[in-house]
């Protein structure tokens, strides 16, 4: 069975604040996936990592993959309160079509 | 606009009524897919589908259905919803394949009483 873990699943923060969410899976694959969920919200795309030493960034967002270690990281740099939100890794398997997530990791920032 | 719709947003239901949540998507993608989000499981995916008549289950699909007669409708159908099937439901669409980036409706939340 696949799985896909992450780890904190709750994390609060304060703002100003450098912090680092892990997602190790189970699975032989070469692209990962960061989405983004506000409260009571669907999923919005972060990130779509593909290949092994992939590093993406988008403002306070820095998400990387390492495909032998079956990690991928999402750091957060000088944390704000607008990046309150739970956060979902996801992969596929490189054959096959299934798509596979996480449990999702709430982060909480605090002023 | 590009979207993913699903309707309804929200519905109660007694145990045993069957029913169907309708998904739509207008990006002419290929692949289309169902998932359930319960607290401490993340999303668990029900069935995906490739193109149209061509469907596959996914992690969970007991007690669920689906159809694939058109390119841009994917409807989930529960004939005899239980009250474990209570959740938020999202649909999805991607180009064409779990390989491209998936956009995601808005959610159903379902509760089975």
């Known amino acids: 069975e696949l799985k896909v873990e992450q780890n904190p699943l709750f994390l609060s923060m304060q703002e100003g604040k450098n912090y680092t969410i892990y997602c190790n899976y189970s699975?032989?694959?070469?692209?990962l996936y960061w989405y983004r969920q506000d409260p009571g919200k669907s999923l919005e795309s972060l990130f779509v990592?593909?290949?092994?030493?992939a590093v993406k960034q988008e403002g306070r967002l820095m998400a990387s993959l390492d495909t032998k270690a079956r990690l991928s990281t999402l750091h957060i740099t000088a944390a704000v309160h607008d990046l309150s939100a739970t956060y979902f890794c996801?992969?596929?398997?490189?054959?096959?079509?299934?798509?596979?997530f996480g449990t999702g990791t709430s982060l909480t920032v605090i002023p | 606009e590009a979207q993913v719709t699903q309707n309804p947003r929200y519905l109660i239901t007694v145990t045993g009524k069957k029913l169907t949540v309708t998904c739509s998507q207008n990006?002419?993608?290929?692949?289309m897919s169902w998932y359930r989000q319960d607290p401490g499981l993340g999303l668990r995916q029900i069935y995906y589908?490739?193109?149209?008549?061509?469907?596959d289950k996914g992690d969970v699909p007991e007690g669920y259905k689906v159809s694939r007669k058109e390119k841009r409708n994917f409807p989930l159908i529960l004939e005899s919803p239980s009250p474990n099937q209570t959740s938020l439901y999202f649909c999805?669409?991607?180009?064409?394949?779990?390989?491209?980036?998936?956009?995601f409706g808005p959610g159903t939340r379902l509760t089975v009483t």
């Open positions: 999805a669409s991607s180009l064409s394949g779990s390989r491209d980036e998936q956009y």
């Open positions: 699975t032989t694959s070469d692209r």
């Open positions: 990592l593909l290949s092994n030493g």
């Open positions: 996801a992969v596929d398997r490189e054959t096959g079509n299934q798509f596979y």
């Open positions: 990006m002419n993608h290929e692949y």
């Open positions: 589908s490739m193109n149209v008549e061509v469907t």
